[in-house]
């Protein structure tokens, strides 16, 4: 009889912790692919639009566009761009990152659900937004190297973001010979003031930060310093960082989970340094660091890098710089 309820519990709801049970987590056994249209790579990022109908998710693809799915017999169609000077004569399916400072490169998006505004960081033209109506979005900060990642506080409106170098641009990171340095940054960006502060210094290159959704802190993965730090914005620690997670294999972006208080992370293989991690997975944990979860894509993705994981409606959509599809993993 019991084991009878438990099943139907699971099946309602498998992926909830009942506080009877030890622990029911989701498998994510399940596959399938959000293909990107033909000749079309690299997205890197997957967000959700709206809090009660959800649309999405959006991308961002190597030829500089943003795309939005639309469902599986539409697909993906086209939402924003970044580059003033792009067009799609030129840029649409490129797969060159050279062409990157011509058409674009879009790597992290971060919506504002009240406001239905779309913060993006590109490669190359830094900050930007753009309206629910999408099309070229304005350029709110610029004149940075590499910017890498977005999360908009869904509290106080301030964006924090993150440069991944002072030095190093996004072409950089695979040509021969290539060696990262610690000058990446961790930024906020006032849409009051309209003004940038740099909160961290040093940061051995920038994955994609993300605000708890109490907006108490900030959490800031380093691709190659293979950690993430907890930068603290109120309370008495605020305005100082600790480490929450180290000696982990190259994270990428870091996202809000489902359940309040925990994030998803992508990790990576990784070429250099080259950590003791085998497979791209994703790694879920709480605001503490206590690792809670870990789910392998290698079935799909082998050794590439990855560059997000995003947990929406109980399934695991993930985006990866060099696949044409997102996969999205569920029970
Ligand atoms: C990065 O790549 C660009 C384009 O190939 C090149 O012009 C630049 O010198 C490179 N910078 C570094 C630091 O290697
Ligand atoms: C995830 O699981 C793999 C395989 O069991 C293990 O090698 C890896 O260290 C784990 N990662 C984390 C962050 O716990
Ligand atoms: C990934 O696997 C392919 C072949 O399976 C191999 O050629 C390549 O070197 C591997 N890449 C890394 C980073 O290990």
């Given at each position: 009889m019991a084991t009878l309820q438990m099943q139907k519990l699971s099946l309602i709801s498998a992926c909830v912790a009942f506080p009877?049970?030890?622990?029911?987590?989701?498998?994510?056994?399940?596959?399938?692919?959000?293909?990107?249209?033909?000749?079309?790579?690299?997205?890197?990022?997957?967000?959700?639009?709206?809090?009660?109908?959800?649309?999405?998710?959006f991308t961002t693809v190597t030829d500089g566009r943003i795309l939005k799915w639309l469902g599986p017999n539409i697909g993906f169609v086209d939402f924003a761009y970044t580059s003033p000077t792009r067009t799609k004569k030129l840029c649409d399916r490129i797969t060159d990152e050279d062409k990157g400072p011509i058409c674009g490169r879009p790597l992290?998006?971060?919506?504002?659900?009240?406001?239905?505004?779309?913060?993006?960081?590109?490669?190359?033209?830094?900050?930007?937004?753009?309206?629910?109506?999408?099309?070229?979005?304005t350029q709110l900060a610029g004149g940075f190297k590499f910017t890498t990642g977005v999360s908009v506080d869904l509290i106080s409106g301030n964006i924090y973001f993150t440069v991944a170098s002072l030095t190093f641009d996004l072409r950089n990171t695979t040509q021969p010979g290539f060696k990262p340095d610690s000058t990446g940054r961790l930024l906020r960006y006032n849409p009051l003031t309209k003004r940038v502060s740099v909160l961290l210094n040093g940061l051995s290159g920038g994955g994609g930060p993300t605000v708890s959704r109490d907006g108490t802190f900030v959490l800031v993965p380093e691709f190659y310093g293979n950690r993430i730090s907890k930068y603290w914005l109120v309370g008495p620690k605020a305005n100082t960082a600790e480490i929450l997670l180290n000696n982990v294999g190259n994270p990428n972006k870091v996202t809000r989970a489902g359940r309040f208080g925990e994030f998803w992370v992508?990790?990576?293989?990784?070429?250099?340094?080259?950590?003791?991690?085998?497979?791209?997975?994703?790694?879920?944990?709480d605001t503490n660091g206590v690792v809670l979860q870990n789910v392998s894509f290698a079935k799909q993705f082998f050794n590439r890098t990855i560059s997000v994981v995003q947990e929406q409606n109980g399934k695991l959509y993930v985006g990866s710089r060099f696949t044409n599809f997102i996969g999205v993993y569920y029970n």
């Open positions: 009877y049970i030890v622990v029911v987590s989701c498998q994510y056994d399940k596959f399938s692919k959000l293909e990107l249209p033909q000749g079309v790579t690299g997205p890197g990022s997957a967000a959700f639009r709206g809090l009660l109908f959800t649309e999405g998710p992290a998006l971060s919506f504002q659900p009240i406001t239905g505004l779309l913060y993006i960081a590109d490669a190359y033209f830094g900050l930007l937004v753009v309206g629910p109506f999408g099309g070229l979005a992508a990790l990576s293989p990784g070429v250099q340094p080259r950590m003791p991690l085998i497979t791209p997975q994703g790694v879920r944990f």
